[in-house]
Structures are given as C-alpha cells and as structure tokens.
Nanobody, 119 residues
Framework: QVQLVESGGGLVQAGGSLRLSCAAS????????MGWFRQAPGKERELVAT???????NIAETVKGRFTISRDNAKNTVYLQVSSLKPEDTAVYYC?????????????WGRGTQVTVSS
C-alpha cells in the first residue's frame, strides 16, 4: 500500500502564495515521477507540474513562472510553491505518484487539498 498525504492548501487573496506538500509512504519502491494536478468545479482534472526522479520538470503553461515544483528524495516528498495566485487557480490540488516496485508500475493519487483564491 502507498499513501499520499497532501497539505498546505487554504484560502488566500489574489496575489498571495502558498506551499503545498505531498508526502509518500508505504511500499513505494522506486519513484519514477511525482507531481500535482488540479480540478476546478465543473472542469476536468489537469496537469499542473511534475518532476522526475532525476529532477526534470514539466510545468503547465498556465502556471509557468508562478508555480515551482521541487522534491526531497530522502523524504519522498514533493512540494509546489504557488505564487501570484489568481482566482482561476482555485481548485482541489491532487498529488500523483508513479513508482515501480519490482516489475510493476503503479499510479497513486492523494485525496487532494483545496486552494481557494479570493479576488
């Protein structure tokens, strides 16, 4: 079993910042990539940012320059620094982990953390 626990969401005014964290635990195996997705009401879940075990990042154009993803390999934790927030950034932010254990590759999701940006 793999568990992902997100934290750091909340209510913030436009222009503000937050730091989201996602800690992975359990039978993780070898982490391939960790990342963040978000889902706003009435919309599909979309990629925000991912980071590979080697540190390569992929960041959505809509947040590039405002959001930064990083990870602490020793703690199996990924962070998302979100800055210059806009009301349209309001969503539930989900952590995703892709890992490999022996010959199996698994995809795991956290329960999400709410980010609400007021205008």
């Amino acid at each position: 079993q793999v568990q992902l626990v997100e934290s750091g969401g909340g209510l913030v005014q436009a222009g503000g910042s937050l730091r989201l964290s996602c800690a992975a635990s359990g039978r993780i195996g070898s982490i391939v990539t960790m990342g963040w997705f978000r889902q706003a009401p009435g919309k599909e879940r979309e990629l925000v940012a991912t980071i590979t075990s080697g540190g390569q990042t992929n960041i959505a154009e809509t947040v590039k320059g405002r959001f930064t993803i990083s990870r602490d390999n020793a703690k199996n934790t990924v962070y998302l620094q979100v800055s210059s927030l806009k009301p349209e950034d309001t969503a539930v932010y989900y952590c995703r982990l892709i890992s490999r254990l022996y010959a199996d590759t698994g995809t795991y999701w956290g329960r999400g953390t709410q980010v609400t940006v007021s205008s």
